[in-house]
């Protein structure tokens, strides 16, 4: 059973930058695709980011493409989600997860653990 904790969240202004972190346990990072996806109130959870356990890179929803980045430090068995140009579209809880697909998945049902959440706010 792989145990996803996220933090990092909090407010910030327009702008401004995040780094999120997940930090798994029971389960090696690399040898799953670990995505985040967030959800706004009111709104469907929706796929952020992606880094595949095959092929080992990244892809990211367009909404994101070029202002957040995400990336893995199997060392610390962590995966992270840089976020800079913060919008206020962007405020969401955002949720680490665990899929044993290979490429990139985007589909929640194909994830198989989750993480609590942890809330981001941007103010404008």
């Known amino acids: 059973q792989v145990q996803l904790v996220e933090s990092g969240g909090g407010l910030v202004q327009a702008g401004g930058s995040l780094r999120l972190s997940c930090a798994a346990s029971?389960?090696?990072?690399?040898?799953?695709?670990m995505g985040w996806f967030r959800q706004a109130p009111g709104k469907e959870r929706e796929f952020v980011a992606v880094?595949?356990?095959?092929?080992?890179?990244?892809s990211y929803a367009d909404s994101v493409e070029g202002r957040f980045t995400m990336s893995r430090d199997n060392a610390k068995n962590t995966v992270y989600l840089q976020m800079n140009s913060l919008k206020p579209e962007d405020t969401a809880v955002y949720y680490c997860?665990?899929?044993?697909?290979?490429?990139?998945?985007?589909?929640?049902?194909?994830?198989?653990?989750w993480g609590q959440g942890t809330q981001v706010t941007v103010s404008s």
């Open positions: 029971g389960g090696t990072v690399s040898r799953y695709s």
């Open positions: 997860a665990a899929s044993r697909s290979s490429g990139y998945p985007r589909q929640r049902l194909l994830y198989d653990y």
């Open positions: 880094f595949s356990w095959n092929p080992g890179t990244t």
